[in-house]
């Protein structure tokens, strides 16, 4: 009689977890067709291109994913070409250290004014919220006009400003990144 109550429980936990699986499952799918739809009127034709979770000192801090037009992306010439870029955070940052961060990461790939550095990181300061664990930061990268960006799906705004948007999309996907590994798999999905 234990063994078999055992059994119905270790078989009730199965059909559980199973069902669990099922449901994430249905909800990645339908979080994909969301994804896709949205990011359509951009991009056309949609496609992932790469993702990578990235890690700093053993610390999660997002997983990111690339998207272009699956038409004829080449790595080789992002710059030119519309893109995509989702941030979901894995860990919680405040919206001021994420503009920051990205004004250093920019610097990082060549010579900055101070007057432009102070005034692309104002921008992004009145742009970037503050970040909850799990939750998502897109950009599109526009060539022919700047960038715009979105917090869970609400538009937070744009910068109109080519250079701009260049070399903040550089920090993921330039060849002087300071991860490489990231740039690497975000492209991943193209020849290198």
Not at 34 to 48: K, M
Not at 58 to 79: I, K, T
Not at 153 to 165: C, K, S, V
């Amino acid at each position: 009689m234990q063994r078999r109550r055992w059994l119905m429980a270790l078989l009730s936990c199965a059909c559980a977890a199973g069902f669990a699986r099922a449901q994430d499952s249905a909800s990645s799918k339908e979080l994909l067709a969301q994804t896709l739809q949205q990011l359509r009127p951009l991009l056309g034709n949609p496609r992932l291109v790469g993702e990578h979770r990235l890690t700093y000192w053993g610390f999660e801090v997002y997983h990111a994913r690339l998207w272009a037009n699956s038409a004829a992306f080449s790595p080789a010439d992002w710059a030119s070409q519309r893109l995509v870029l989702e941030l979901r955070y894995l860990r919680d940052f405040q919206g001021h250290d994420i503009a920051q961060r990205s004004i250093t990461e920019i610097q990082n790939q060549g010579p900055l004014s101070a007057e432009r550095s102070a005034a692309w990181r104002q921008s992004l300061q009145l742009l970037m919220p503050n970040i909850r664990k799990g939750e998502t930061l897109t950009g599109a990268y526009l060539p022919e006009s700047g960038a715009q960006f979105w917090h869970q799906g609400q538009a937070l705004g744009e910068i109109r400003d080519t250079e701009f948007a260049r070399r903040f999309f550089g920090i993921w996907l330039s060849p002087q990144s300071s991860q490489p590994v990231l740039r690497q798999q975000l492209l991943a999905g193209a020849s290198l």
